[in-house]
């Protein structure tokens, strides 16, 4: 599939050296990383990668045990709530689950973010709320609950919520998860075409692969909280690192029962091989 090449002007995104602990245990290791303006950057890993953790700093959710993060040259560690506030505005985050305010039409879940952050007339509203439904093709549905809406629909019900603003920066968690096939491309399709269209910036956290390949521009690879690879597409596929293959190829790590160290945690002491298992 041919892509527009996205105009790298400046990044979006700037993280270094990023570090979180949740009490003694360290969740993200020295994490660094850049986004560009007006390309698509996937974050994908396994479970317990350290994924969501990242993507909750960029939201501004966390705060580093030590490191960095610049969201459009703004460093969220130095703003003050009400500039924190007025950053929002420039950025959208469309969730997992939709998020949409299930005793709210669809209508009033997308003009929501204008009502509250704008002194636009209603009439303007409507039409900018009309116009967002219009891109995600759901024209003449706004007067429904989200409980009438398929998953799809909700999806991207989410979507015009989050680009209601016009953000330069878009975040979208696990978008085609819970998805058939067909409804999950049409998605994909839908970021490209409003990456093309508004030339924003996204960021999309996701572990299917599919989608990864077809949207990225570069994608990040996370293993363990550390940053294993930063790479196109063409070069995350060519890659000999043995974790990021068996992570492509879905093959587990193989591994062999230590029974020592499984006595040991049976008995309270995992100080050595907490997971009793030896790596081989």
């Known amino acids: ?41 996937v974050i994908m890993g396994g479970s317990g990668s350290g994924k969501t953790t990242l993507l909750n700093h960029l939201l501004g959710l966390l705060s580093p045990s030590s490191g960095t993060v610049r969201i459009l040259d703004h ?8 500039e924190r506030q007025l950053l929002r505005t420039r950025t959208g985050v469309a969730f997992q689950s939709g998020a949409l305010f299930s005793s709210m039409s669809i209508g009033d879940n997308i003009a929501l973010p204008l009502r509250e952050h704008t002194g636009l007339d209603p009439t303007t509203i409507g039409i900018m709320t009309r ?14 609950k989200p409980a009438e809406l398929s998953g799809g629909m909700i999806k991207r019900a989410a979507l015009a919520r989050a680009i209601v603003m016009d953000p330069e920066l878009l975040f979208c968690d696990e978008p085609s998860a819970g998805l058939d096939p067909v409804v999950a491309a049409s998605i994909d399709d839908l970021i490209l075409r409003l990456r093309d269209a508004m030339g924003m910036s996204i960021v999309v956290v996701t572990h299917d692969l599919d989608s990864t390949f077809k949207i990225a521009d570069r994608i990040c690879v996370l293993d363990k909280g550390r940053v294993l690879a930063l790479d196109t597409v063409e070069a ?23 029974p020592d160290a499984y006595l040991r945690r049976l008995l309270g002491d995992s100080s050595n091989q907490p997971d009793g298992i030896r790596r081989t």
């Open 1 to 41: 599939m041919t892509r527009r090449s996205p105009k790298f002007i400046t990044n979006s995104v700037e993280v270094v050296n990023l570090n979180t602990h949740f009490g003694d245990r360290q969740i993200l290791h020295d994490v660094s990383l850049e986004v560009r303006k007006g390309e698509i950057m």
């Open 75 to 82: 460093d969220l560690g130095k703003l003050s709530p009400m």
């Open 131 to 144: 116009l967002k439904l219009e891109v995600v093709s759901l024209a003449g549905f706004e007067d429904l």
């Open 236 to 258: 995350i596929r060519a890659s000999t690192d043995i974790r990021i293959q068996n992570l492509l190829n879905r093959r587990t790590e193989e591994a062999e029962p230590d």
